[in-house]
T-cell receptor, first 114, second 108 residues
């Protein structure tokens, strides 16, 4: 079991640039979640998918953020244009079902926007 | 609005001490409560609790849920420096909501 795989591990970019974060969930998991973690706000749910379909994107901060899941093994989170306040660690997590099985997290992408 | 509140925010103890971490919640359509340990990187799963009064145990860690009073506790006995981490509580109603965590530091 390879676990949830995220890339890149670190991203440093300048304000205004486009940033794309990538995630490969655990094979067989039907739910995928994107979280953002900061010291001030902890882990915040941005969006989650079930069987590749977005179910709840109410946590996406604004139109600069978008997420896609074109197939069961790949998802992206895009920020365009990026701003310094987007600096955080972004985690992807997957699960088989919800509420009855745990979330499995990737190692995260640390994003720094200067 | 669903919420999860953890206490204390931080805790410093000495090796060998016993600690109790608290998690209270308000959530619609409660289904489960989960505990995670986060060191430098990704949160790692510890326990999932769905029924009141049934203790989950793994080595020196144990946890129990009270669905009537809407809280859970995580106990760590005979703490070790390797237990130093942030402990996160999450609750699932219609989605997973995380508390801000308890930062535990165990001194040698």
């Amino acid at each position: 079991d390879a676990g949830v795989i995220q890339s890149p591990r670190h991203e440093v970019t300048e304000m205004g640039q486009e940033v794309t974060l990538r995630c490969k969930p655990i094979s067989g998991h039907d739910y995928l979640f994107w979280y953002r973690q900061t010291m001030m706000r902890g882990l915040e749910l941005l969006i989650y998918f079930n069987n590749n379909v977005p179910i709840d994107d109410s946590g996406m901060p604004e139109d600069r953020f978008s997420a896609k899941m074109p197939n069961a093994s790949f998802s992206t989170l895009k920020i365009q244009p990026s701003e310094p306040r987007d600096s955080a660690v972004y985690f992807c997590a997957s699960s088989f079902g919800t509420g009855v099985s745990p979330l499995h997290f990737g190692n995260g992408t640390r994003l720094t926007v200067t | 609005e669903d919420k999860v509140v953890q206490s204390p925010l931080s805790l410093v103890v000495h090796e060998g001490d016993t600690v109790t971490l608290n998690c209270s919640y308000e959530v619609t359509n409660f289904r489960s409560l989960l505990w995670y340990k986060q060191e430098k990187k990704a949160p790692t799963f510890l326990f999932m609790l769905t029924s009141s009064g049934i203790e989950k145990k793994s080595g020196r860690l144990s946890s129990i849920l009270d669905k009537k009073e809407l809280f859970s506790i995580l106990n760590i006995t005979a703490t070790q420096t390797g237990d130093s981490a942030v402990y996160l509580c999450a609750v699932f109603g219609y989605k997973y909501i995380f508390g801000t965590g308890t930062r535990l530091k165990v001194l040698a």
